[in-house]
């Protein structure tokens, strides 16, 4: 398996706090995503970054934010979490350049807001 | 930005029938169409991907077709098997707007 990491694996918080997920890879990818899962919607880009600093919006990215200081980690994070935000979260990575364009995915963040 | 449809949301074939789902896609610059698999509880695994200069590719079982003139493309699978149940996504471009799943189910 590619080196990707999500931190934490589950997380249980309350409506209105701030929550920070973690995204740390080991294989030098430029490109980063989140994405949210839910039942009968796939997967939705929520944000993406194409190098360090460089981020961009997805589909659903309101009430979320991301950051990417270093080439290894993307943070999501919730500032006000709310119960439409109870979700999985994936990051996924991968290095569109030169032959091998397969995007890697994390294990997956099962984050419930009551 | 890249709209994905993927159609049926649910398939349901006999061992040993094809399978085949469609996508189609919004924006006629993406050029990269990867297929994932996600068993239950795990994460998206790439199975096949095709880029625009190729119409279509095959590995084993499973095969993929591209028309960029209509913007779409499907994923088939052939001689099903029960390990092949899963969810399947489409996706586009390497920004990677996915489509809604389809949950493949191959009855014994």
């Known amino acids: 398996d590619a080196g990707i990491t999500q931190s934490p694996r589950h997380k249980v918080t309350e409506t209105g706090t701030p929550v920070t997920l973690r995204c740390h890879q080991t294989?030098?990818?430029?490109?980063m995503y989140w994405y949210r899962q839910d039942p009968g919607h796939g997967l939705r880009l929520i944000h993406y970054?194409?190098?360090?600093?460089?981020?961009d919006k997805g589909e659903v990215s309101d009430g979320y934010s991301v950051s990417r200081s270093k080439t290894e980690d993307f943070l999501l994070t919730l500032e006000s979490a709310t119960s439409s935000q109870t979700s999985v979260y994936f990051c996924?990575?991968?290095?569109?350049?030169?032959?091998?364009?397969?995007?890697?995915f994390g294990q997956g963040t099962r984050l419930t807001v009551v | 930005g890249e709209n994905v449809e993927q159609h049926p949301s649910t398939l349901s074939v006999q061992e040993g029938d094809s399978a085949v789902i469609k996508c189609t896609y919004s924006?006629?610059?993406?050029?990269?169409f990867p297929w994932y698999k996600q068993e239950l509880g795990k994460r998206p695994q790439l199975i096949i991907d095709i880029r625009s200069n190729v119409g279509e590719k095959k590995d084993q079982r499973i095969a993929v077709t591209l028309n960029k003139t209509a913007k779409h493309f499907s994923l088939h699978i052939t001689e099903t098997q029960p390990e092949d149940s899963a969810v399947y996504f489409c996706?586009?471009?390497?920004?990677?707007?996915f489509g809604a799943g389809t949950t493949v189910t191959v009855r014994a």
């Open positions: 996924a990575i991968s290095e569109p350049t030169g032959g091998n364009t397969e995007a890697f």
């Open positions: 970054s194409y190098g360090v600093k460089d981020t």
């Open positions: 294989e030098n990818h430029r490109y």
């Open positions: 996706a586009a471009s390497y920004k990677l707007s």
């Open positions: 924006d006629s610059a993406s050029n990269y």
